[in-house]
């Protein structure tokens, strides 16, 4: 009632000093009001003071988040969120749900809400995924909200955070608008075993791809079923090997994919190669956490996988081969780099206020104190600088990390040598075409003419870019 009678006197306010200033006479100035009433006609806002005006107190806002992790970190968010809903001044409610096992899972669930109309308040999405979403009009640009004066990040803030990890939001294709917001962050790493190595009389991992070729078929035995390489059906880990030659798997600009350059063709080469020695060996889509099983057991002398793996991969090897082993970067031709990815909360366009709602609990699980403890319950990295020591500190006192915590560690200085696979609309069907028509042909076939294979590939995948691209 109180908001109504607001709405009218402005109303009346505004019709009066029409006629006033139609009778020459000047009405007081009063900017707050009549900036109120224009501000509060889009939806979703477009500047940081539409976001200022807009109020939250005695609506009893409720926000849902929709992910896909499994019920312990399900439990640990809803209690993050519980805090949040005792503790926020506005009288908001946050609540958790499980949308689904994997990212593909999320992404589907959404899909279907939008199309009913119904999407949630917020989301875990992959900046493509984002993207997507944005061409269909149902994700918000987050910038005004971030720039509010009222409700937004301050300088101090947002210099904590990590730039890397903030410049992976940022989209081409929309150029200007930030479609979502990190809460955790992720690596392509490689795992290697160490007593394996010295064993092979190696005293690290390899830094150059030459050498990682060298000590994957150094360590291939056909009779004791060990090999070098076990290579698993993800994209990521193909665009980490694009990256680790130079290359690029989107132009910077975002019109086109070009991971048919040199950098593409020396990849690939690479892997084909391996393949056709004996060196790497393909682990089955079918064969579910296989990387990590052949690894635990001794099987694989190297595999490349998420960081957030970590507590996975040290519970798995203390119950297989038990050896000493660790993370590296992936090898280069010489220009560190390493494959960031993670997926980011993005909101979705619903009304002003739950809008802000769900931007408010996104500001909430980033500070400190909430990205602290994500980070140390799930091993993904937190997104704040000053939450490194207290994240570091804490897998050092747990008697499942102590032994990787300094290896976790290392993530922290890798983060400044980050590039992202790519974030525009349509990237999902383009992994699944550089699997399909690339990874896979060269895993089987090692006369298949790596160049063509990868120009053919580009060719299909520019046309998906130019299909997702915003229309004008």
């Given at each position: 009632?109180?908001?109504?009678?607001?709405h009218?006197l402005?109303s009346l306010f505004v019709?009066a000093t029409t006629l006033?200033a139609?009778c020459?006479?000047q009405?007081?100035?009063?900017?707050?009001a009549?900036?109120?009433?224009?501000?509060?006609?889009?939806n979703?806002p477009?500047t940081?003071?539409e976001?200022?005006a807009?109020?939250l107190?005695?609506?009893?806002?409720?926000v849902?988040?929709?992910?896909?992790?499994?019920q312990?970190?399900?439990?640990?968010?809803?209690s993050?969120l519980?805090?949040?809903n005792e503790?926020?001044?506005?009288?908001?409610?946050?609540?958790?749900e499980i949308?689904?096992?994997?990212y593909n899972?999320?992404?589907?669930?959404?899909n279907?809400?939008?199309q009913a109309?119904?999407?949630?308040?917020?989301?875990?999405a992959y900046?493509?995924?984002a993207?997507?979403y944005?061409a269909q009009?149902?994700v918000i640009?987050l910038n005004?909200?971030i720039?509010?004066k009222t409700?937004g990040?301050s300088?101090?803030?947002l210099k904590d955070?990590?730039?890397?990890?903030?410049?992976?939001?940022?989209?081409?294709q929309y150029k200007g608008?930030?479609?979502g917001f990190p809460t955790q962050?992720s690596?392509?790493v490689?795992?290697?075993?160490?007593d394996w190595l010295k064993?092979?009389?190696?005293?690290g991992?390899?830094t150059d791809w030459?050498q990682?070729?060298e000590?994957?078929?150094k360590?291939?035995?056909?009779?004791?079923?060990?090999?070098?390489?076990?290579y698993q059906?993800d994209?990521?880990?193909?665009a980490?090997?694009?990256?680790?030659?130079?290359?690029r798997m989107?132009s910077?600009?975002?019109?086109?994919y070009v991971f048919?350059?040199d950098?593409?063709?020396?990849?690939t080469?690479?892997?084909?190669?391996?393949?056709?020695r004996g060196?790497?060996?393909?682990?089955?889509v079918s064969?579910?956490?296989g990387?990590e099983?052949?690894?635990?057991n001794?099987q694989?002398l190297?595999v490349m996988?998420?960081?957030?793996g970590?507590?996975f991969y040290?519970d798995?090897v203390?119950k297989?081969?038990?050896?000493?082993w660790?993370?590296a970067?992936?090898p280069t031709?010489?220009?560190p780099v390493i494959?960031?990815y993670?997926?980011?909360?993005?909101?979705?366009?619903?009304t002003?206020?739950k809008?802000l709602?769900?931007?408010?609990?996104?500001?909430?699980?980033?500070?400190k104190?909430?990205t602290?403890?994500?980070?140390?319950?799930?091993?993904?990295?937190p997104v704040?600088?000053?939450?490194e020591?207290?994240v570091?500190?804490a897998?050092k006192?747990d008697?499942?990390?102590?032994?990787?915590?300094?290896?976790?560690?290392?993530?922290f200085d890798?983060?400044?040598?980050?590039?992202?696979?790519?974030?525009?609309a349509?990237y999902?069907?383009?992994r699944?075409l550089i699997?399909?028509d690339?990874v896979?042909r060269?895993?089987?076939?090692p006369q298949?003419?790596?160049?063509?294979?990868?120009d053919?590939?580009v060719?299909?995948?520019?046309?998906?870019?130019?299909?997702?691209?915003p229309?004008?």
């Amino acid at each position: 009632m109180k908001l109504q009678r607001c709405h009218v006197l402005l109303s009346l306010f505004v019709v009066a000093t029409t006629l006033l200033a139609g009778c020459g006479a000047q009405p007081a100035s009063t900017p707050s009001a009549s900036a109120a009433v224009v501000e509060s006609a889009n939806n979703p806002p477009s500047t940081a003071q539409e976001v200022d005006a807009i109020a939250l107190a005695g609506k009893q806002i409720q926000v849902t988040f929709w992910h896909n992790r499994p019920q312990q970190d399900q439990d640990l968010l809803q209690s993050m969120l519980d805090e949040f809903n005792e503790t926020n001044p506005y009288g908001i409610k946050a609540t958790a749900e499980i949308a689904g096992a994997s990212y593909n899972d999320v992404y589907d669930k959404v899909n279907a809400a939008i199309q009913a109309g119904q999407p949630p308040e917020m989301s875990l999405a992959y900046q493509n995924q984002a993207a997507y979403y944005r061409a269909q009009g149902a994700v918000i640009d987050l910038n005004p909200f971030i720039q509010s004066k009222t409700y937004g990040l301050s300088d101090a803030d947002l210099k904590d955070y990590f730039q890397a990890f903030l410049d992976s939001d940022q989209n081409p294709q929309y150029k200007g608008e930030r479609l979502g917001f990190p809460t955790q962050r992720s690596m392509d790493v490689l795992y290697y075993n160490v007593d394996w190595l010295k064993r092979l009389g190696y005293s690290g991992p390899p830094t150059d791809w030459k050498q990682f070729e060298e000590m994957a078929c150094k360590a291939t035995d056909k009779a004791t079923k060990k090999t070098g390489w076990a290579y698993q059906h993800d994209v990521s880990n193909f665009a980490a090997l694009v990256f680790g030659y130079g290359g690029r798997m989107l132009s910077e600009d975002g019109q086109s994919y070009v991971f048919n350059s040199d950098a593409g063709v020396q990849a690939t080469e690479m892997l084909q190669r391996l393949f056709a020695r004996g060196c790497a060996v393909e682990v089955p889509v079918s064969e579910a956490n296989g990387q990590e099983s052949r690894f635990a057991n001794g099987q694989a002398l190297f595999v490349m996988g998420s960081s957030s793996g970590l507590p996975f991969y040290a519970d798995a090897v203390s119950k297989g081969g038990k050896f000493k082993w660790d993370i590296a970067m992936p090898p280069t031709t010489g220009k560190p780099v390493i494959n960031l990815y993670g997926a980011s909360i993005s909101v979705y366009k619903t009304t002003p206020e739950k809008e802000l709602a769900a931007w408010l609990v996104i500001k909430f699980l980033g500070e400190k104190a909430q990205t602290t403890k994500w980070a140390s319950a799930t091993g993904y990295l937190p997104v704040r600088r000053s939450a490194e020591a207290d994240v570091i500190a804490a897998f050092k006192a747990d008697k499942q990390w102590g032994p990787v915590a300094d290896s976790y560690a290392k993530l922290f200085d890798w983060a400044q040598y980050s590039m992202i696979e790519s974030p525009v609309a349509g990237y999902d069907p383009v992994r699944a075409l550089i699997d399909t028509d690339i990874v896979s042909r060269v895993m089987t076939d090692p006369q298949v003419d790596v160049k063509q294979l990868l120009d053919d590939d580009v060719t299909k995948a520019n046309a998906i870019l130019k299909e997702n691209a915003p229309k004008q």
